[in-house]
């Protein structure tokens, strides 16, 4: 029985201190979530701007009659695609790195006559990729700091653009999570080139027709796009990231209701056994004294 106390006695010490390990990690989860969030609102209004400057000079070459743009003209045939996929450098996130893996898998599955290659950032994404038939072309890990804009652009979105001008890709997409709330995240495949979601140019106030762009408006989007879309892989990258964040403090939220539950009890097992202890050495003692007298 005594062996039993001291064996709750050390799970109760090994609880309670994985809890705090948990709980510290929560804390640091729901910091880092906040600041991503900034972030992303910021580059998001730079985000705006650009796209509001490719729908001015889309204007401008539609009424010129300049259609003929390389990131703008739909491709009917996708033979070779490159994805671009977000995943975590570590674990404890829940189901993060196990659904963006899972969705990607299975929406290459359903395009069988398209080939690909993966570009995968994140070490886990990188280490489970195999258990879910997928093969990667190229990997980049950040280690224990966030990438900066310019080392995903140098790494991976330039020189896959690059691949896309050469005519080595027909297409580009990204594969990321998206943050919806605390909540709710939902792992999104987007398109990044060809684009196929353009500026509505029904606004004639909002995008001037009469705007002059030099030396053309096919040059300014031929400058601008490939700049936008290394910018909004750079967003997509930091929503993965807030997306992962919010998936580790709720499963570290989730650890620590679940350590409470098992502190609770294991101190109801520990006065269960110390009482019934305490019982049994007064038995004896009671029939000690019984038997000498």
């Known amino acids: 029985m005594g062996n039993n106390i001291n064996l709750i006695k050390k799970r109760l010490v090994t609880t309670k201190s994985t809890q705090k390990i948990t709980?510290?990690?929560?804390?640091?989860?729901?910091?880092?979530?906040?600041?991503?969030q900034k972030r992303i609102s910021v580059l998001k209004t730079y985000e705006d701007?650009?796209?509001?400057?490719?729908?001015m000079a889309l204007a401008a070459?539609?009424?010129?009659?300049?259609?003929?743009?390389?990131?703008?003209?739909?491709?009917?045939?996708?033979?070779?695609v490159a994805y671009i996929a977000f995943s975590s450098n570590f674990g404890l996130c829940g189901g993060y790195n196990i659904n963006m893996l899972s969705t990607l898998r299975n929406y290459i599955g359903e395009r069988p006559n398209e080939s690909y290659d993966i570009y995968m950032i994140g070490k886990t994404g990188e280490e489970k990729a195999e258990y879910f038939g997928l093969t990667i072309k190229k990997a980049l890990s950040s280690g224990n700091d966030v990438l900066r804009y310019s080392e995903l652009r140098e790494a991976i979105t330039k020189p896959v653009i690059d691949s896309f001008n050469a005519g080595d890709y027909d297409a580009i997409r990204v594969v990321y999570t998206q943050y919806i709330n605390p909540l709710k995240q939902e792992v999104k495949v987007d398109q990044l080139l060809p684009l196929h979601e353009l500026p509505s140019?029904?606004?004639?106030?909002?995008?001037?027709?009469?705007?002059?762009?030099?030396?053309?408006?096919?040059?300014?989007?031929d400058y601008l796009i490939p700049k936008n879309i290394k910018s909004y892989t750079y967003i997509c990258y930091l929503e993965s990231q807030t997306s992962e964040e919010a998936s580790r403090r709720m499963a570290m939220e989730n650890a620590n209701t679940n350590a409470d539950k098992l502190i609770d009890e294991l101190n109801l097992r520990f006065n269960r056994e110390r009482q019934a202890s305490i019982t049994q050495e007064m038995s004896e003692i009671i029939g000690g004294s019984e038997s000498l007298g």
């Open 201 to 221: 140019l029904e606004n004639s106030d909002h995008f001037s027709v009469d705007m002059i762009f030099e030396p053309s408006p096919e040059a300014v989007l």
């Open 61 to 80: 070459a539609q009424k010129n009659a300049f259609l003929d743009i390389k990131y703008i003209r739909p491709v009917e045939d996708i033979k070779k």
């Open 23 to 36: 709980s510290a990690m929560y804390l640091v989860s729901l910091a880092k979530l906040q600041k991503y």
């Open 49 to 55: 701007l650009a796209f509001e400057h490719i729908g």
